[in-house]
């Protein structure tokens, strides 16, 4: 028997309801080959100096990284202002957020929460 993505998308809002947060899952695409890597990437992306997701955005902004994991498939990371005004990501709020779509959603997934929205 199959599981439906629908009830697979479920469960996973189901799991990370408790936090605050709504993951959405994608049910197609390329499967991360590399958590570990991709946590890695975010890590410095979020705490780094220079990383991509550090400093200020500005409102209604779009700022992408696209790394190339192991196997040589490219994954795109972004994170958009949704808010009306310039400012910063906390640190460790981009953190707990960005990896909460890795470690739940093996196709990548999106998050809206606090004004951000990530994939």
Same mark, same amino acid.
């Given at each position: ?5 629908? /009830?697979?998308? *479920?469960?996973? /809002? *189901? *799991? #990370?309801?408790?936090?605050? %947060? ?12 590399? &958590? ?5 990437? *975010?890590? #410095?992306?979020? !705490? ?14 779009? &700022?992408?990284?696209?790394?190339? +994991?192991?196997?040589? &498939? +490219? ?6 202002? /949704? ?9 460790? #709020?981009?953190?707990? %957020? ?14 809206? !929460? ?6």
């Amino acid at each position: 028997m199959k599981t439906s993505p629908i /009830l697979a998308t *479920l469960t996973s /809002l *189901l *799991l #990370f309801a408790h936090n605050g %947060a709504a993951v959405t899952c994608y049910s197609s695409g390329d499967t991360f080959t590399n &958590k570990g890597q991709a946590r890695g990437w *975010l890590e #410095f992306a979020c !705490r780094g100096n220079g990383g991509m997701f550090t400093g200020n955005i500005d409102g209604g902004a779009t &700022k992408f990284m696209c790394p190339v +994991q192991d196997g040589g &498939k +490219q994954v795109r990371f972004t994170v958009t202002n /949704l808010d009306g005004n310039r400012r910063d990501m906390d640190d460790n #709020f981009c953190v707990t %957020a960005m990896t909460s779509i890795i470690d739940s959603c093996s196709k990548g997934g999106e998050d809206s !929460r606090e004004g951000w929205f990530m994939k």
